[in-house]
Structures are given as C-alpha cells and as structure tokens.
C-alpha cells in the first residue's frame, strides 16, 4: 500500500468520523426540536386557557393540571435527551480511555432509537450482568455500532427486531453481538471498513449467518481484570 493509499484511507476514516457525529447530532436536534414544540403549543394552550378566565369563564384544574404533567413530562426528555449528547460528544476528548461499556452502549442505543422507530423496527439490548470496564477508544465503539446498526436499518422491514448484547468474552476481551433478520449481505466496502475501525481498536470483527439471521461479532481488548 502506498503512502496515497494510506493518506486517501485516513480521510475516508475522518469523513466518516463527521458523518457519524452529525447524523446523531441531527437526531438529537430533531427530537429536541419536537419537543420545544410540544412546550410551545402547551404554553400557548395556557395562554388562551388565561385569556377565557380574564373574561369570565372558568379555569378547570384538571386541565391546567394536563397541561403542567405534559410541559414537565416534555422538560424531562430534554434534559435527558442533553445529557446524552454531551455525554457522546465528551466521547470524543481523549482517543482512548477507561469507560464503563455497558454505560456506553446504553447512551448510543437510547440516542438512535429514532432511527428505529422511523423504520418500525425493535432495537433491544442486553447488557452484561457484571460491569465492564475497558479502556479503548469510546468513539469508535459507538461509531461501529451505529454504522452496522444503520446498514442493518437500511434494509429491515417494519416490525423487524435487532437485538444487541454485551458481555465479557475472555479475560481481556469485550464481546458486542448485532443479530437481525438476513436480508441481504451488507458490500463488501462497509465491511471494510467496519473491520479498519475496529481495527484501530486492535480488536476484530465477523459477520456470519444462522438460518435466517445474520451476525456481527465485534471483539474488542482492554477489558480490566
């Protein structure tokens, strides 16, 4: 390979790094952007509810009590909702560090369910019993599991289910499973370069099939004894 190849690789790594961050950061706004609305249109609700009690008619407590249950309920998702961006973006500090997985893979599956649910599709996981903590790159486990997750989305049927779990492989090794219905292999390119990133990770990944099931297997080092 030569210096290009190598250079043109890199790039083509870097691209896809921004195209990650800026479709979950996209998702995010969106949803946030639903929410402010839901607050909006409430807000306004109570407004007019003001506006009727000025010139008379009576305020019904049940429904100002809906409305108050709704812009909290509203309020709560936004700030969850913020709490998980930052903590992605924090992802990105340090190429490595020590991070719990389970904490992790939590975050991303409840930033991209959106993504599932616009398709109609089921995303479940299934964490480890024990806490894993390893130390590796955060970004770019997340990254993986959203591009195979994606791929996956790309092709899934309405009412599909993907399940992904976590557990620990060996004694330095984590093991992240993707399981869906087979529908198609995924090009050989994306496999590329799923296997580049996780490499980088010096960790693996395999892609197989079980009747009507197809598999990804990532394995990733640095799980602490």
């Known amino acids: 390979m030569t210096p290009d190849d190598n250079n043109g690789r890199s ?4 691209n896809g790094d921004l195209a990650f961050f800026g479709a979950l950061t996209a998702s995010v706004s969106h949803e946030l952007n639903n929410i402010i609305s839901i607050i909006d249109q409430s807000a306004g609700l109570l407004t007019d509810l003001l506006a009727g009690a000025q010139s008379g ?3 019904s407590p049940e429904q100002l009590e809906r409305i108050a249950d709704r812009i909290k309920y ?5 700030v969850d909702f913020i709490r998980r961006l930052n903590a992605f973006a924090h992802s990105t500090d340090e190429p490595v560090r020590e991070f719990e997985l389970n ?3 939590e975050n991303l599956a409840a930033l991209t369910v959106r993504f599932a649910s616009l ?4 995303l479940k996981v299934t964490y480890s019993d024990q ?3 390893i130390i590796t790159s955060p970004f770019l486990i997340q990254q993986v599991l959203y591009l195979i997750i994606k791929n996956i989305l790309d092709r899934a049927l309405k009412n599909d289910d993907i399940a992904l779990s976590i557990e620990r492989h060996d004694r330095t090794h984590a093991r992240l499973v993707v399981t869906s219905m087979a529908r198609g292999e995924p090009e ?3 496999a590329a370069e799923w296997k580049a990133l996780v490499g980088i990770m010096k960790g693996e990944v395999f892609i197989s099939t079980q009747g009507e099931k197809i598999i990804f297997e990532i394995l990733v080092p640095g799980v602490r004894t």
């Not at 790039?11 to 870097?14: R, T």
């Not at 509203?74 to 936004?78: A, E, N, P």
């Not at 398709?119 to 089921?122: L, Q, R």
């Open 103 to 105: 904490q992790l893979v």
């Open 119 to 122: 398709k109609g599709v089921n």
């Open 57 to 59: 008619r009576p305020l």
């Open 131 to 133: 806490p894993l903590n």
């Open 11 to 14: 790039q083509k790594l870097k």
């Open 74 to 78: 509203q309020t709560g998702r936004g």
């Open 188 to 190: 050989p390119q994306k």
